[in-house]
């Protein structure tokens, strides 16, 4: 089960990243068909590449498990960018996304 998900969130992040997985491998430092194998469930990272994994897509390993958020690099960019705005602007910004919650 968790290979399955692990291999797929990959994928996924790696999709939203617009990157290849031997170009994902390598800049982890590693051969040019890792990300390919753990994505074919043919193997899982150690617990040191999975740090790098999550380094490489700019989230934490409890934001790779959450499934709940397609992509936590942009939520995070989006609430680092917020933390440089007044009350003024944020309350602005939180009634847009109320509107397109709707």
């Keep these: 089960m968790y290979a399955k998900f692990v291999a797929e969130r990959i994928a996924k992040l790696r999709s939203i990243k617009n990157v290849s997985a031997r170009e994902m491998s390598l800049s982890i430092g590693q051969n040019e068909n890792y990300i390919n194998h753990i994505e074919n469930g043919k193997s899982l990272p150690s617990m040191q590449a999975f740090f790098y994994i ?15 958020v397609g992509n936590p690099y942009l939520i995070n960019k989006v609430a680092e960018d917020l933390s440089s705005l007044d009350e003024k602007q944020i309350s602005n910004i939180y009634e847009i996304i109320k509107g397109l919650k709707k």
């Design 54 to 68: 999550c380094e490489y897509f700019g989230i934490t390993p409890k934001e790779f498990f959450d499934e709940g």
